[in-house]
């Protein structure tokens, strides 16, 4: 990579942002990271993937007002795991050029590294789509796209104070329903590339 150095993905769920990632990485030749940083945190605090896997929707309510990664004593596991996201995330971008899925990466390195944070969006009608064509969702697929949504929205807003999808959160919100997986790819990396 050029001057930007990482790039952060934030998505809505079922429009493509982890497939989005890995073909961006592909083209600038780096890593892609995405769940293994969740199990990498399982790892560091030592939890099992699978409870953590068990508890992940209801660790996200836990998470009600913004946290210090400094100075508490008495962490909630949700906290537990998403200090020791930040502190693998400062880790891996340390030593490397990247991309990075979720886990508000683009909080975590703000001010660290040159970071271009992307959105990907899509309209509800393409991602219910999307949900049963890729997913293998088929009942109540609108209340779980929502579902999903909320979870990953608590997540954000409780861990970065700025809010989820919006566009003033980000340096790039692109709508993968009207562009295509490939094109949002294309835009990110030429973004990149561009930077020099």
Same mark, same amino acid.
């Given at each position: ?10 998505? +809505? ?10 073909? !961006?990485?592909? +083209?600038?030749?780096?890593k892609?990271?995405?769940? @293994? ?9 030592? !939890?099992p993937?699978? @409870? ?13 007002t ?20 930040? @502190? ?45 064509t ?36 980000y ?26």
């Amino acid at each position: 990579m050029s001057k930007i150095k990482v790039v952060t993905i934030g998505r +809505r769920f079922c429009t493509g942002g982890s497939d989005i990632g890995k073909m !961006v990485a592909q +083209r600038l030749g780096v890593k892609c990271y995405d769940r @293994e940083l969740v199990e990498k945190a399982a790892e560091l605090v030592g !939890v099992p993937m699978s @409870e953590i896997v068990k508890n992940e929707e209801s660790m996200m309510n836990w998470l009600k007002t913004p946290i210090s990664l400094f100075g508490q004593s008495e962490l909630t596991l949700a906290e537990k795991i998403f200090a020791a996201e930040a @502190e693998i995330i400062l880790d891996i971008c340390s030593r490397e050029s990247c991309v990075i899925v979720g886990r508000c990466a683009d909080y975590v390195l703000k001010n660290r590294v040159k970071t271009l944070s992307v959105f990907i969006t899509a309209s509800l009608e393409k991602r219910m789509q999307t949900a049963e064509t890729r997913h293998g969702i088929e009942d109540h697929i609108e209340e779980r796209l929502k579902k999903y949504d909320q979870k990953r929205s608590r997540f954000y807003t409780a861990n970065t104070n700025k809010e989820w999808g919006s566009i003033d959160s980000y340096d790039m919100c692109l709508d993968s329903g009207k562009l295509g997986y490939a094109m949002c790819a294309d835009i990110i990396a030429k973004t990149v590339e561009m930077s020099e």
